[in-house]
């Protein structure tokens, strides 16, 4: 997985993130709640290297903490998301009572959008962290459902199961050691596909002004404020925006770079076209 | 020890119920070795299935018999009860030793899973036990083979392995379902030898299921012979390879490939198709493939009758007019032979 460069920028960009926001209030030369009214709206400067916001706030800084609560949403929301999809589509897949209902509820859920269902969730709830966590954790499970459980299924079948089962090994052990470890691979990269749209989906509810409380500096409350400012100020919707883009794609890479690590078709196939490759070169 | 009475194991499927077994009976005794012979579909691995209830559950029903093993009734006992007999009584050794490990682990921690599952032993008793596990199946070097993955061993030696896991609950009876069919045979022949010898060791009883006449001729006591679904002749060895007088097991020998036979002597197959076990023929089931069949059979469903001591079948025919139709068959059947001979020579 590493052997790849665009990987390794991937995770150093996300690493990059996660350690410039843990230790913002540190390194940070002005808060970035700091309101000043004599700095309002000014373009990118040494002093502000994003500019500032409609309040004079420093808008590099606001940046930055806003990546907070993007990955802390994003990384609780894919593990959730991950833990319940991963138990009832095991539970789904090798049950076959269990089965009939867990998917019809699944296959309920999925007929709405994610993202619609997590705004009416939201809507219900109240726009807080927390309800945005449990609302978008909810709105992802199912897919993550769907896919342990074709995962599960192409592997009951198989004689190691059957043969687990003729050693006397209880049900809960077969689950735990003879699929999980598995079936390891997808459920890995679904949830890092589910870390990077949490991300997108909290921005969006934000920005609807649905989402985490405007006090709290998130990408989407962000955009959201810098709306009205956009023809006058668009460095204050460039940069948050450009903050999204940049973590959802690296995420994107990172899932994509684990499937082709962890699944030794892609990784047979690729080995096997560079050796053609070689080849044509050496013989040319 | 274990003891088959009347057993009728039907699956229900989507376009009927199957009759996959058909009132077998049957005993095996400590230490002995049973082979079942069959064509595919013959019922043989639903009924090893069945001795350790491993059928697909909700689709298998079992309408009538018993599987008696060591008093209790294998039928009536609850999922619990039977897990403690598999694999602590009941072991089973499978088809395809290429899918029957777990591919994420090493062989050492899979075996010492076996154990642990099936006896009560520190992790420390447990690894000695597997390397001596190991040893006794014959692999080389069993201390560092502990950390090989499946992928890293060869099919012969994945059976072994296997054979190991099956042998960590010292099991009272082994059932081997078809386990040298994968296997080349040069190392058919070293698993079976294995097969013998960890059952002396080991005192098991073994039910070894096969279509391959020559492995089951090489170890086992007492053969029983399916076809749908059905014992169609059960006695010891020799009386299934030299003294039957059963239209289908004489098929069966029949069809076997000779090695000193002539290069281009036409192989004798079974014409035809098992039945469908959803709608059985009407008579004896065999009938609409059977070289012997008369009216009679159309009509008469055979039960299985004695013939000599512990030698039964399922045929109406006598000895003697057994003897007349083989010899009317073999002769129309060289005729055809020379000409097809001649005509290659030619």
Known sequence: MFKKKRNLIAVGILLLFAIATISASWWLPVSP????????????????????????????????????????????????????????????????????????????????????????????????????????????????????????????????????????????????????????????????????????????????GIGVEPSI???????????????????????????????????????????????????????????????????? | MLEVKNLKVQIDTAEGIVQAVDRVSFRVEAGQTLGIVGESGSGK?????????????????????????????????????????????????????MSSLNPVFKIGSQLIEAIITNQKMSKKQAKARAIEL???????????????????????????????????????????????????????????????KVQKKYKMAIILISHDLGVISQIADNVLVMYSGRIVEDGSVNDIFYRTTMPYTWSLLRSLPRLDGQRHERLINIEGQPPNLISPPKGCNFHPRCPFATDKCLKIDPELTYRSKGHSAACILSEQEFMDGKERIEATEKERGALTYDRTTA
Do not use: C
Request: proline letters at 5%; hydrophobic letters at 50%.
């Open chain 1, 33 to 208: 709640s700091l309101i000043d009214a004599s700095r309002r709206l000014l373009g990118p400067s040494v002093d502000h290297w994003f500019g500032t916001d409609h309040f004079g706030r420093d808008i590099f800084g606001q940046t930055i903490v806003a990546a907070r609560v993007s990955l802390v949403v994003g990384f609780t929301v894919a593990v959730i998301a991950t833990l319940l999809g991963t138990i009832t589509g095991l539970i789904a897949g090798y049950y076959k009572k269990a089965d009939f209902i867990i998917m019809r509820v699944i296959d309920g859920m999925l007929a709405f959008p994610s993202l619609l269902l997590a705004l009416a969730l939201v809507a219900v709830l109240g726009g807080n962290i927390t309800n945005i966590i449990v609302a978008l954790s909810f709105s992802f499970w199912p897919v993550m459902t769907r896919i342990v459980r074709s995962a599960v299924l192409q592997i009951k079948p198989l004689q190691y199961i059957e043969a687990a089962k003729t050693t006397g090994v209880s049900d809960p052990v077969i689950l735990s050691h003879y699929v999980l470890p598995n079936i390891l691979s997808p459920i890995i990269v679904q949830g890092t596909f589910i870390f990077a749209k949490a991300i997108l989906a909290e921005a969006a509810l934000s920005f609807l």
């Open chain 1, 217 to 284: 500096a998130t990408w989407g409350n962000m955009l959201q404020e810098a709306q009205i400012y956009i023809s006058i100020a668009p460095w204050f919707s460039i940069f948050p925006g450009i903050a999204i883009i940049i973590t959802v794609l690296a995420l994107n890479m990172i899932g994509e770079g684990l499937r082709d690590a962890l699944d030794p078709h892609t990784t047979g196939k690729a080995a096997k076209e560079k050796q053609a490759v070689k080849k044509i070169v050496n013989a040319a």
């Open chain 2, 45 to 97: 691995s639903v009924l090893a299935h069945s001795i350790i209830q491993l059928n697909p559950k909700p689709a298998t029903i079992y309408p009538e018999g018993e599987i008696i093993f060591e008093g209790k009734n294998l039928l009536e006992l609850r999922e619990k009860a039977l897990r403690k007999i598999r694999g602590n009584e009941i072991a089973m050794v499978f088809q395809d030793p």
């Open chain 2, 134 to 196: 190991l040893r006794d199946v014959g692999i080389p070097d069993p201390k560092r083979r502990m950390q090989d993955y499946p992928h890293q061993l060869s099919g012969g030696m994945r059976q072994r392995v296997l054979i190991a896991i099956a042998l960590a609950g010292n099991p009272k009876l082994l059932i081997a379902d078809e386990p040298t069919t994968a296997l080349d045979v040069t190392i058919q022949a070293q698993i079976l030898e294995l097969l013998r």
